[in-house]
């Protein structure tokens, strides 16, 4: 109720003020919106300096509580292309499209691969208002999970990511023809510096013999663990609201970690880590952060980090600690 009333007072805002403040950008270059890091970060290497890419997610903010100020959807109705997720994490930006009327090519990134159901696997904590009987539709699947909603975090596996920022850059050179070379080039620049690590993170745990991870938290990694073929337990599926989990989920998590040798429990960036800290010294085992890429802090934005550099940090922990098991 509370997103909707601010949608609806925003969308007042732009019938009565929009004419006045929309302005084309005076260096002709085309202006680009993205709601999430990693759209920004693809959108950025495609467009290079023939674009101006703005962050709509303000660094250090959690997207699953983000509500869109006037400013902001002012930005996604005048820019030339808006770029979001298009799962449940930003279901406003479907009643801004609907009601606002952008004036220039949305695009979501869902929509440019293939997507996956969320998964509910063992131990993990029940999400109010879902409930896994024994009796659901299986699917043929390692996890031993049941689905629930479509995941939308499909950049957390490198081979999506690529793909998107290869999309991104034909839709930037449909958007300008004249430098449509150019859109491309750079995309596939980007895109090949991800597919690089996309080739180290596959000979890395191919090297290991058991691809075993728990985290103490959320788990937006389902494209990550189906890319590298992993087994994962976590506290909470992806797009979880829940931040207490139950003693039985403790218990099944603190158990798993001693039965199975693990050594570290994960943990995602804007995390208190609580949970994990808790397993982890039930367990005898450390704790680790991994960072879905989801949004960046604000000194990360300003020290020029990429989705490139985050997952390639990303896999220098996951060396250091799974190497230790």
């Known amino acids: 109720m509370k997103k909707l009333l601010i949608c609806m007072l925003a969308l007042a805002l732009l019938a009565g003020c929009a004419p006045a403040s929309v ?3 005076e260096d002709g ?3 680009i919106v993205a709601t999430v890091f990693p759209a920004y970060d ?3 290497a495609a467009a290079g300096d023939l674009a101006d890419v703005e962050l709509l997610l ?3 903010t959690e997207s699953h509580s983000y509500e869109p100020t006037p400013a902001d959807i002012l930005k996604v109705q005048s820019c030339d292309l808006f770029l979001y997720l298009g799962g449940d994490s930003d ?3 479907e009643t801004i499209l609907e ?5 220039g090519r949305t695009l979501a990134l869902i929509d440019c691969v293939e997507t996956l159901e969320e998964e509910h696997v063992e131990g993990m904590q029940e999400e109010v208002g879902h409930h896994h009987d024994e009796d659901e ?3 043929d699947h390692d996890h031993l999970g049941t689905v629930t909603e479509i995941d939308e975090h499909v950049w957390t596996a490198p081979a999506n990511a690529a793909a998107i920022t290869r999309q991104f850059g034909e839709v930037l050179a449909e958007l300008d023809s004249a430098n449509g070379e150019r859109y491309r080039a750079n995309a596939e620049k980007y895109a090949e510096e991800i597919d690089t690590l996309d080739g180290e993170f596959h000979a890395f745990f191919d090297s290991l013999p058991d691809r075993t991870i728990v985290f103490g938290d959320r788990f937006p990694l389902r494209y990550f663990t189906e890319e590298f073929d992993l087994r994962y337990y976590a506290a909470f599926p992806g797009c979880s609201t829940q931040t207490e989990p139950s003693a039985a989920t403790i218990a099944f998590l603190t158990d798993k970690v001693r039965e199975e040798g693990i050594s570290t429990v994960w943990y995602i960036e804007f995390s208190n880590h609580l949970v994990a800290d808790a397993i982890a010294e039930a367990a005898g085992a450390e704790t680790a952060m991994f960072h879905t890429c989801h949004n960046v802090s604000p000194d990360e934005l300003a020290g020029g980090e990429t989705y490139v550099t985050l997952m390639r940090g990303n896999l220098e922990r996951l060396r250091a600690h799974l190497n230790e098991r």
């Open 91 to 93: 279901q406003w930006v």
């Open 23 to 25: 302005q084309e950008p």
């Open 29 to 31: 270059k085309l202006h």
């Open 42 to 44: 693809f959108a950025r």
């Open 137 to 139: 539709d299986d699917h």
């Open 99 to 103: 009601a606002a009327e952008p004036t």
């Open 58 to 60: 303000p660094p250090g």
